[in-house]
């Protein structure tokens, strides 16, 4: 039974640090394209990372690049998110997914497995 459990969200001020978890479960994240997507009250769901399968490149939207940092733990099996400099518009709900068919993406349709969101709300 593929799983992917997201974890690490909460509230932080402007300027300030979280790191999000993904654990998988039932599939391997070394061979699987891995993708952080995030989804604002009243705005449809973006992709804002990407880790590739295999080689583990990294891919992100420019709204968060310099600021966050996509990694993942084969031994875990787990991906990260690390988010820096946080601004209050990356108030959002974050999720992960996996994919095993494509070597990277930041599209909803390049992923097959999804996760429950976690939340992370920045103040000003």
């Known amino acids: 039974d593929v799983q992917l459990q997201a974890s690490g969200g909460g509230l932080v001020q402007a300027g300030g640090s979280l790191r999000l978890s993904c654990v998988a479960s039932?599939?391997?994240?070394?061979?699987?394209?891995i993708g952080w997507f995030r989804q604002a009250p009243g705005k449809g769901r973006e992709g804002i990372s990407s880790?590739?399968?295999?080689?583990?490149?990294?891919y992100y939207a420019d709204s968060v690049k310099g600021r966050f940092t996509i990694s993942k733990d084969n031994a875990k099996n787990t991906a990260y998110l690390q988010m820096n400099s946080l601004k209050p518009e990356d108030t959002a709900v974050y999720s992960c997914?996996?994919?095993?068919?494509?070597?990277?993406?930041?599209?909803?349709?390049?992923?097959?497995?999804w996760g429950q969101g976690t939340q992370v709300t920045v103040s000003s």
């Open positions: 880790i590739s399968s295999h080689d583990g490149s990294t």
């Open positions: 039932g599939f391997t994240v070394d061979n699987h394209a």
């Open positions: 997914a996996a994919s095993p068919r494509v070597y990277y993406g930041l599209k909803n349709s390049d992923y097959d497995y």
